[in-house]
Each structure stands twice: as structure tokens, then as C-alpha cells.
């Protein structure tokens, strides 16, 4: 996380020394320490400090040396918190030589707690060894409560240390631990703490859910200090979700909060988040009162607090033009990151200064800058738990690709812009085809648990129509997906090491492309955008005339355009002549692939018009891929088995038993009311969808008698999960869809619930991750499927991206509602077209003109161009009956 930990550095052990057997009255000097420590446990300095101070004045009339210590080590414990002072630290020093000390192992950790404290104001890190000691002393001792805490900090300096993977599964295990152990303190402190983290890794909602959470339970539980961290987690996750109000709401509480205790650690932090919400009003006010934060955090020695305001006040000097400033204080972060040896925070202030040196024309600097930034994040890479925590990273870390994009193309370096560019592009499904797939179960009871226990509120949630009830439950499933947490390993240690694989060469790509196909890969940025293209002996990088800014409204008002059923043709042209004119389309080749950035992969390309009114569609064969690397690899992999199958058929679920007709009871499954509110509070009813019947019979038809159907009350999620998927060369699903931009991991297809395996009868992208696939082609008929949370320059987690993850070569998927009667058409001429001996690109383009030539008018961009394929869709399917 950016924000400092200072605060922990505070966390008092509850005394075992002297409880134990202790006949304490209620104001004896033992019953004072005990109360102090237990306010501690609570992080409720205000009414311990004191506390302490009183226990080693009475300790001391009676002369007890040990409680003297005891209450002294818990008064420097709070101090280092405080402000922390070398004076403190050769204390401490001193004290671990004491024999009295050293001859009591509760004595011996109390001191360690207060050391660790002290060592991370100066360097996370340097309290590594501090912390391993005081988990195994207080393994030794029983004390699983500071085991549990000990973990959690070891795993937050694994974190900045740049390990990830093991940051991730060291904090889910000691938050998971602080429950079942009722230290709600522990709870309620590092459960703030992943909240900002989630915040920092580009997921707002989930980290506003986390410090929500520690937020309401801290105001349950007697006697808890003031939750500052899960305070000024919420603002900032607010902050980015540009609910500024709520985020001024949320700070000024926890700042007079703050204030009031004259708790200067929480004061710091707070004060920078106020500097980055009046960055977004008034640039002038921001630089003021970041530099008021920057003084403030020097003046109290509150180190990483320190490496955050200064790339903060960076931030708004260079927003503002003001680079000799921007140049000096991002020189300052970059220190005080590195000296912290903050490898998370690194790579953010190496590209800060990098953006400051292009401006300045100091290239060489710039590219050397952008390329050390890019090696560290190279190395955070290698230490993720799994392929969506990699998407998430590459997506907030985006500004360290785009800006060394940006200056290639300034230098006219084509190869190199496209290297760049294609570092981050795809890149979690790039590592996983270099990698292999393999499917991944629960490995541990914990795990199992939580699995069942999500199927169980998921079908409460299906089954759910109150607001009220549907928000409790809401909230349950968010902390059950949280016990689960990341996953997903690689099968080998050769494995492992293809995440640092290179990325295909440029010329690799020109040689792996037909003599009529040609990659558009776009790269939205401000104040122009530009469009890398590559056929097999050109290449070139365009520079469009819009920005990212003026890409997202043309976006937002076509897609308007198209909900309406409009001809959209006003807006259809507009993107044409951003996107398309430029590049002199006509000169192109007739096969286009397209590698969309940001709000691009919501955009049918073949839907846009040229000048003279006519569609792409009528010239142009127009696919996707998430990078060129991902397309060259797809192109290049060899399936680790056989399709034995033609055709698997996926439809006509009953979701209204009522109008659906018999539904077999032997087969042990009922309807699912309702997905609207899976996550939200509502819970809208699905209709059935009559015509997913025809389709898939229909295409079963075209691939011949071995075809598999799972129709009616057989389309459920445990019959579909139970079939040999990796041996079907085609899959098709004809279901309800749908997608969520907060939670990627709930989108869904919705299939039948089978109540005798306790199934939800959502197949869900965290599910879809354990499968395993062979298939040339997934066709999801669905809702959306190919839409998502976009993940800066990594691309779009969705569905349609699930698939190609495990396995799909290609896949075809819809960016919007779909139209029941006319998909049903379309996907009907797509499959005669494929069993034609036309390729899939081909096929698309030929059904979707034939839905122009038949149904004309009514037939809008709405009904035919939201099905688009992504993938390899170059080869022809050969059809075996």
C-alpha cells in the first residue's frame, strides 16, 4: 500500500507475565497493565498510554523491576507510534542485553514487539528478523494471537518487498486467524490494510468493502481506537470512483478524529488523501496542502508517509506544468521508496520521473527511467498469486508502459513501441499459454468450505426478492469470496519461469501473419491516441487526432446510440473517421485483427461507417485479440489432446418452471429465478429463452449425430462441469449471461441449479478458471459475455477472456443484451457458413451480412453487430459427422 504503516508499530501484546496467576485488585499496578494491554490489543492509544504510565509509577513504589519494564516497553511501543526517536531505539537496544529480560521469554517478547516497532518507521524490512522472532517466541509461548500478528506483518513486508504471492496468502490466513480467535483488533487493523491495498491494485469496490467492513465492526466492538486506516481506505477508494463528496465526508471525520487524539501517524496519511482529492478541483489548493502534508510527515520523521506525499506533490506539480518542482520531489520519492526498499511503490516513482524527463527532453534519462521501472515490475510479476491478481497489477501499473509507449514513437522506434506496449498487453493470458493450463480444486478444508458455503448463499441470492435480505446476503458472499481469495498456480517450476518469457519480436508477428491480414493495435492516450498496425512486410505506428478523454465520449454516445436501436449512423461514422480514416483503411488488408485498448474492446468494429455510409462489414473481415503476442502464441500452441467430439450444445434452460413446460424431476434441477442482484439488491426474474432449443439443435444438426445436447432440466452447471470438455472441438452455451465491471469474478453464465450436488447453476469466471479446454472455437450466446471491468493496457476481464485463459482458441461473444430471436438467426447461418469450409472470421462476416440482406431496416447494428470473435478466427473448423 502507499499509505504508511506507522500505526502498527503501536500494537501492545497482551501480558501473560503477571496475568497468569496474578491476584489482581482492581487498581493494583498488574490490573492497570492488563487493562492497558488489552486497550492496546484494541488500538485504543488515547485511554492505554496513559494507562502505561500509571502502571510503571506504581510498579516502580513497590519496586517490581519486571512490571516496571513491562509497562515501560509498552509506553515506548506507543511512543514509537507516535513519533518515532533513535533516543527509543537504543533504548530498546539496551534493553534486549538486560539479563532480567533475557532470562523471561514474556519479558523477551514484549521488547521485540517494541523493537519491530521502532524498525519500521525506518524500514519495513529491517524488522523482518524482529518479526520472525516474535512469531516463534510466541509460538513457543501459546500465544496465537501474536503468532497470528506476527504472520500478518510479515506478510505486508513481503508485499513491499514485491512479493505478492506470498503478501496475499500470509494476509488471508492471518485475518482468517484474528476471527476465529476473536481478536477483533487484529481484524479490524489489517483488514483496513488489504482494503487499501485492493484500492492501490485498481479495485475500489472491493477495497471500500473491506474498510466498510473493519468500519462497522470496529463501531461494534467495546472500547476499539478509532479506525483511521479503514477510514482513509474508504476516501481513497471513493476518490477513485469519483465520489468526491463521500470522500470529503469520510476524511474530515477521520482527520478531526485524528486531530483530536493528536494522532499524528493517522493526521499524515489523512492530510495526503485530502491533497489527492483537491487535485481533482483545484490544482493550486492541492499543491498547498500536499507540501503541508510533506512538512508535516518530515517534521515527524514518518518515513513512509514521506515516500507517499512527495510522489503526491510530484504528481501535481507535474500535472500543473511545473516540472523543475515535479522533478525534485519525484527525485525525493524515488529515495525515500528505495531506502524504505519498497519494491510495490518503486515502479510508480521511476515512471514519474521518467514522464518528467521526456517533457524535459532528457530522452536517454526518460528510457533508462521507464526501463528500470518496468524491470521491478518484471519482478512483482514473477511472485503473484494468480493470473486475475496479475491483470489487476498490470492494469494499475499502465502509466509505466504508456509513457515508454509514447516515447518510442516519439523516436520513431516502431519495434521497440511495439516490445512496450506488448509487455502489458494480454499479458496474464500470454504467461498462462506459455505456461500450460490445468484445472485447480479446493486444496485445503478451509477452501472447500468457503466454495460450498458461496454455492449456498448464491442460491439464497437466486431465490431472494427482498432488498433488505438480498444486502445481508450480499455482504456474506463478499466475505466468503475473500476467504477464498486468489489462485491458481502454474503446474512446474519451467512453468514458473515463463512468466518472465519475452514477448514475440515484431517481425515474429509480421511472419506468423496471412498476406491479407493486418493487426490494428490501439493505444489511447492524451493528448492524441495511436494505432500500431503490422501486416507481414509493413509496419507503422499512426497518430490518431483524439485523446483518451475524447475516445471514452464517442464510445459512451454510440453505445447509447445502439441501446436505443438506433441506426447509430451519426456516431458509427464519428469513430470511423477517429479511429479508422486515419490509417486510409481502404489501403488495408481485408482481414483486420483488431487489439483494442480501453473502451475500444466494448466497440464492434465492423459496425462503424465510412463516408459514404457503408459498414466495415461489407469490405473487411474484422477479429480481436487481446495482444499480438496472444494471437502468435494461439497460432503456435499444440493442444495437449485430442477432440474426439464435434460439438457440444449448451440450452433452453428452465428458469421459469411455470412456462418452461415439464422439467424432469430425476434430473435434479430447478430454475433460477433471478441473477440481477448478484451484485446488487435486486432480484429481477429471468425469462426463458424458447429459442436457445432451436438454436443449438439446429448446430447440432450441421456437425452430425455424435453431437452432445444438454437441454432442458440436463443444461446445468454439475452435467456440464462432468462432461470431458477438453475433448469437444466446439462449445456452445445458449444461456443468460452476465457481467460485472466490480466484482469480474461473479460474471456468470447462467445455467441450471442441479439441488442434489448443491450447485448454484452459475458458471463463474473463478470457476471457468479450473477448466480445461481443446477447443478451436466457445461460442457463448449470451448477454455481455464479452464485456468487463476494463484493466488499463492488460485489457478487459470478462467472460469471453475466461475461456481463451483456459484453453479456447477462439471465441465468440457479445458486448451487449442479446437479441433472442435474431441471435438465434444468426448463429444458425454462422454454422453453415463454418460447415461450408469457410474460416470463422469468414463465417461471422458472411451471417451478419445475411442478416442485413434479409431483414434490412429493422435490422440496426442493436440486433447483429454485438457478436464479435476474439482469438484465433483464421482457421477453418473441419467438420467431422
Not at 311 to 335: I, W
Not at 348 to 369: H, N, P, V
Not at 477 to 491: C, M, N, Y
Request: net charge negative; aromatic share 6%; hydrophobic share 40%.
Amino acid at each position: 500500500m502507499r499509505a504508511s504503516k506507522s500505526h502498527v508499530a503501536a500494537v501492545f501484546g497482551l501480558l501473560i507475565f503477571l496475568s497468569t496467576n496474578a491476584r489482581s485488585q482492581p487498581n493494583s499496578p498488574q490490573a492497570v497493565l492488563a487493562e492497558a494491554d488489552r486497550l492496546a490489543m484494541l488500538y485504543n492509544w488515547p485511554r492505554s498510554i496513559p494507562l502505561y504510565v500509571e502502571a510503571g509509577r506504581e510498579f516502580h513504589g513497590s519496586n517490581n523491576a519486571k512490571g516496571k519494564l513491562a509497562a515501560r516497553l509498552g509506553w515506548i511501543r506507543a511512543q514509537a507510534y507516535e513519533e518515532p526517536s533513535e533516543a527509543l531505539a537504543d533504548e530498546v537496544d539496551a534493553d534486549l542485553q538486560n539479563p532480567t529480560i533475557q532470562r523471561d521469554v514474556t519479558l523477551m517478547l514484549r521488547c521485540l514487539e517494541a523493537k519491530a516497532a521502532i524498525e519500521e518507521q525506518s524500514n519495513e524490512d529491517s524488522s523482518r528478523a524482529t518479526w520472525e522472532k516474535i512469531r516463534d517466541l510466541a509460538k513457543r509461548l501459546g500465544d496465537r494471537r501474536w503468532q497470528a500478528r506476527a504472520e500478518a506483518e510479515l506478510g505486508i513486508i513481503a508485499f513491499l518487498d514485491g512479493d505478492v504471492g506470498a503478501a496475499a496468502k500470509t494476509l488471508k490466513t492471518a485475518l482468517i486467524s484474528a476471527y476465529l480467535l476473536g481478536d477483533m483488533g487484529a481484524a479490524i487493523y489489517y483488514g483496513s490494510i488489504v482494503g487499501n491495498g485492493l484500492v492501490e491494485a485498481g479495485q475500489p469496490e472491493a477495497g471500500i468493502k473491506y474498510c466498510d467492513i473493519a468500519i462497522q465492526t470496529a463501531a461494534q466492538t467495546k472500547d476499539m481506537g478509532f479506525p483511521f486506516m479503514a477510514y482513509e481506505g474508504k476516501a481513497r477508494g471513493l476518490l477513485a470512483l469519483r465520489r468526491n463528496a463521500e470522500a470529503r465526508q469520510a476524511l474530515d471525520k477521520a482527520i478531526r478524529q485524528a486531530q483530536s487524539q493528536n494522532d499524528l501517524a493517522a493526521e499524515s496519511q489523512l492530510l495526503i488523501v485530502r491533497g489527492q482529492q483537491e487535485a481533482a478541483i483545484d490544482r493550486r489548493q492541492a499543491i498547498r496542502d500536499l507540501q503541508s502534508a510533506t512538512d508535516f510527515c518530515q517534521k515527524h520523521n514518518f518515513r513512509h508517509a514521506l515516500a507517499w506525499s512527495t510522489f503526491e506533490l510530484a504528481t501535481a506539480y507535474n500535472n500543473a506544468g511545473e516540472l523543475p518542482m515535479a522533478g525534485q520531489y519525484a527525485a525525493m520519492a524515488a529515495h525515500e521508496t528505495e531506502s524504505l526498499e519498497d519494491k510495490y511503490h518503486l515502479p510508480e516513482d521511476l515512471a514519474l520521473m521518467a514522464d518528467i524527463a521526456a517533457s524535459t527532453g532528457q530522452r536517454k534519462q526518460a528510457d533508462r527511467l521507464y526501463r528500470r521501472a518496468e524491470d521491478v515490475t518484471d519482478g512483482l510479476l514473477v511472485s503473484l498469486p494468480s493470473r486475475q491478481v496479475e491483470s489487476s497489477l498490470i492494469g494499475t501499473m499502465s502509466n509505466i508502459y504508456l509513457g515508454h509507449f509514447r516515447l518510442a514513437v516519439e523516436q520513431k522506434n516502431v519495434s521497440e513501441a511495439f516490445h512496450i506496449i506488448e509487455s502489458a498487453r494480454g499479458r496474464a493470458i500470454a504467461d498462462q499459454l506459455r505456461s500450460g493450463t490445468e484445472a485447480t480444486g479446493p486444496k485445503d478444508k478451509i477452501t472447500q468450505n468457503a466454495r460450498q458455503e458461496l454455492n449456498r448463499l448464491q442460491i439464497e441470492l437466486l431465490h431472494s426478492v427482498s432488498p433488505s435480505q438480498r444486502k445481508q446476503l450480499l455482504g456474506r458472499l463478499f466475505e466468503t469470496e475473500q476467504v477464498l481469495g486468489p489462485g491458481g498456480e502454474s503446474r512446474t517450476e519451467v512453468q514458473e519461469a515463463t512468466l518472465q518469457a519475452s514477448i514475440s519480436r515484431l517481425r515474429t508477428i509480421q511472419r506468423s501473419l496471412r498476406p491479407d491480414e493486418a493487426i490494428l493495435e490501439y493505444v489511447l492516450d492524451k493528448p492524441q491516441s495511436f494505432c500500431l498496425h503490422i501486416s507481414r512486410h509493413r509496419t507503422g505506428v499512426t497518430v490518431l487526432p483524439v485523446s483518451l478523454a475524447e475516445v471514452n465520449n464517442l464510445v459512451a454516445a454510440y453505445r447509447i446510440d445502439i441501446a436505443k436501436r438506433d441506426a447509430a449512423t451519426a456516431s458509427a461514422r464519428r469513430l470511423y473517421s477517429a479511429l479508422l480514416q486515419p490509417l486510409q483503411i481502404e489501403s488495408l488488408k481485408r482481414r483486420l485483427i483488431i487489439v483494442p485498448d480501453g473502451a475500444l474492446n466494448l466497440v464492434p468494429f465492423d459496425a462503424l461507417m465510412d463516408g459514404a455510409d457503408s459498414y466495415v462489414l461489407t469490405s473487411h473481415v474484422v477479429t480481436y485479440a487481446p495482444s499480438a503476442t496472444v494471437l502468435n502464441l494461439i497460432r503456435n500452441e499444440k493442444n495437449s489432446g485430442t477432440t474426439t467430439v464435434m460439438f457440444l450444445g449448451v440450452g433452453d434452460v428452465p428458469y421459469q418452471p411455470s412456462t418452461a413446460g415439464k422439467v424432469d424431476p430425476g434430473a435434479g434441477s430447478t430454475a433460477n429465478p433471478g441473477v440481477g442482484g448478484m451484485v446488487d439488491f435486486k432480484g429481477d426474474p429471468l425469462p426463458n429463452l424458447p429459442a436457445t432449443k432451436e438454436e443449438v439443435t439446429d448446430a447440432a444438426k450441421v456437425f452430425g449425430s455424435s453431437s452432445v445436447l444438454l437441454l432442458g432440466a440436463n443444461a446445468t452447471e454439475a452435467r456440464f462441469k462432468s462432461e470431458p470438455l477438453d475433448h469437444f472441438r466446439i462449445i456452445h452455451i445458449a444461456a443468460h449471461g452476465i457481467a460485472s465491471t466490480r466484482f469480474p469474478d461473479r460474471a456468470a453464465l447462467v445455467l441450471g441449479q442441479d439441488s442434489a450436488r448443491h450447485d448454484d447453476g452459475l458458471l463463474q469466471v473463478r470457476e471457468i478458471r479450473d477448466l480445461h479446454l481443446n477447443a478451436q472455437l466457445v461460442t457463448l450466446s449470451a448477454c455481455d459475455t464479452g464485456a468487463g471491468r476494463l484493466e488499463g493496457e492488460e485489457g478487459i476481464e470478462s467472460l469471453e477472456r475466461a475461456f481463451l485463459f483456459v484453453g479456447a482458441r477462439s471465441v465468440l461473444a457479445s458486448l451487449w443484451t442479446a437479441s433472442d430471436i435474431y441471435t438465434t438467426s444468426l448463429m444458425a447461418r454462422f454454422y453453415q457458413h463454418v460447415a461450408a469450409g469457410q474460416d470463422e472470421g469468414e463465417a461471422l462476416r458472411q451471417a451478419k451480412l445475411d442478416l442485413l440482406k434479409e431483414f434490412r431496416g429493422p435490422a440496426t447494428p442493436f440486433f447483429w453487430a454485438d457478436f464479435i470473435l476474439t482469438g484465433d478466427a483464421s482457421e477453418r473448423v473441419t467438420v467431422s459427422k
